[in-house]
């Protein structure tokens, strides 16, 4: 996602909290989808490469891809797709669902690698990865974090070791089926009051609701702030579940790209934190708050999840969260950053169960806005957060 603008000082973020899922779905605003002459979709500004004229593609016979199911890594649910090789060629690994590859690339692959390959070539030009860790050959696996359940394609996308695409590619088509719901999953469903004070000492309250979005997985939650698009409809974002403790998950999500007098701005939910006296928010698709229920399964308490902040010079600084929010961000850098509402509750929140009915006016509401799925990501223990900027609260 574009920022308005960087904190000044140069730094990188640890998140110490809970796993923060990523989905598959179409790409993010400016990450760019170019595609090769005859290829299946328009290009986008903002891609990290250049197309590859002429370049046909075709399956290499060699490569053999497979999904081997899901595991626990580390405490964390992730799905492994390995790839068997009998030549020396360089390839990268990558799932996407079958819905986003025929509405995202029209069922191209052409389309898919280069819009893959200008994304990686993004991440190399800017420091944040190389080639030789991003490609694998022979046999090689990627743990994927927990993959939604419906159906998927696994990739190996040929690449030289330079980072070219060489127009090779290996398939595999495998579903991955929703589970049971199990008691605990249950336990989070219905309507709650969700409260805390905000910056000048004032409970803030809101009725929530918690609908299944996919058993043992994620939930649907309305009714947070609560947050309104400008002609009145209501934003849903999806929280998850983690299966191993049982907690809510909150994670930073993007919604749309919006227009107005003064420019284009994308509705997301990101969180803030303080340093040296002021406010900033990450804004990254990354884990927010957590969630635990006690044991009764009547109450629960949010708290905001943890962050390490590395400055130039090796010094670090401990933080956490402070409070969630809504926010206009401005793709064009410079712009000013608005909110929803700027008395929204810091941490730690407090959860009051109130029924187990999810039928409220805004699960009926028309024209009701999702977050956006994200894109299937490589399970990484500690990821570093880069795009952070500051929040002046101000609504619009």
């Keep these: 996602m574009r920022i308005g603008s960087l904190l000044a000082a140069s730094l990188m973020l640890l998140v110490s909290c809970v796993s923060d899922p ?14 090769i002459p005859g290829g299946g979709g328009g290009s986008t500004p903002g891609g990290g490469g250049g197309e590859t004229p002429g370049l046909s ?18 405490g964390a649910e992730v799905d492994r797709i390995v790839v068997k090789s009998t030549d020396t060629q360089h390839y990268y690994i990558d799932v996407i669902t079958k819905a986003s590859f025929q509405d995202d690339f029209k069922n ?8 893959l390959h200008d994304n990686l070539a993004a ?5 944040n990865a ?7 050959t022979r046999e090689s696996y990627i743990l994927f974090d927990r993959l939604r359940a419906g ?26 089926a929703e589970e049971k719901p199990t008691a605990a999953f249950n336990d989070w469903l219905g309507t709650w009051k969700i409260s805390g004070m905000d910056l000048e000492g004032n409970k803030v309250a809101y009725t929530i609701t918690l609908r299944s979005s996919e058993s043992n997985y994620a939930y649907w939650l309305s009714g947070w702030e609560p947050a309104q698009s400008e002609d009145e409809t209501n934003y849903e974002f999806e929280v998850f ?38 406010y900033y928010y990450v804004n990254e698709d990354i884990a927010l708050a957590d969630g635990i229920i006690s044991d009764d399964g009547k109450s629960a308490q949010v708290i905001g999840c943890g962050l390490t902040l590395e400055m130039q010079g090796g010094q670090t600084f401990e933080t956490q969260f402070t409070s969630m929010q809504m926010m206009y961000v401005p793709v064009a850098e410079g712009g000013t950053t608005y909110v929803f509402n700027t008395n929204v509750p810091q941490f730690p929140l407090t959860m009051e169960w109130i029924s187990a009915s999810t039928d409220t006016p805004q699960t009926k509401a028309a024209g009701t806005r999702l977050s956006a799925p994200r894109k299937a990501r490589r399970h990484e223990a500690a990821r570093v957060v880069r795009h952070v900027a500051p929040n002046p609260n101000q609504a619009r």
């Design 108 to 115: 191209d692959v052409a389309s898919y690698a280069q819009s």
């Design 241 to 278: 579940f983690n299966k191993e403790n049982h907690h809510l998950e909150f994670n930073s999500l993007y919604f749309e790209t919006v227009k107005f007098d003064d420019g284009e701005y994308e509705v997301c939910l990101n969180g803030n934190y303080k340093y040296n006296g002021k």
């Design 22 to 35: 990523f989905m598959d779905g179409p790409y993010r605003p400016g990450n760019g989808s170019g595609t």
């Design 57 to 74: 593609f075709t399956v290499n016979p060699n490569w053999t891809v497979s999904y081997n199911g899901r595991e626990y890594y580390e």
């Design 151 to 176: 159906e998927w394609k696994a990739f190996a996308v040929g690449f030289t070791s330079s980072g070219e695409l060489t127009g090779k590619y290996a398939v595999l088509d495998f579903p991955v």
């Design 123 to 127: 991440d190399v030009k800017d420091g």
């Design 130 to 136: 190389q080639w030789s860790d991003l490609l694998g």
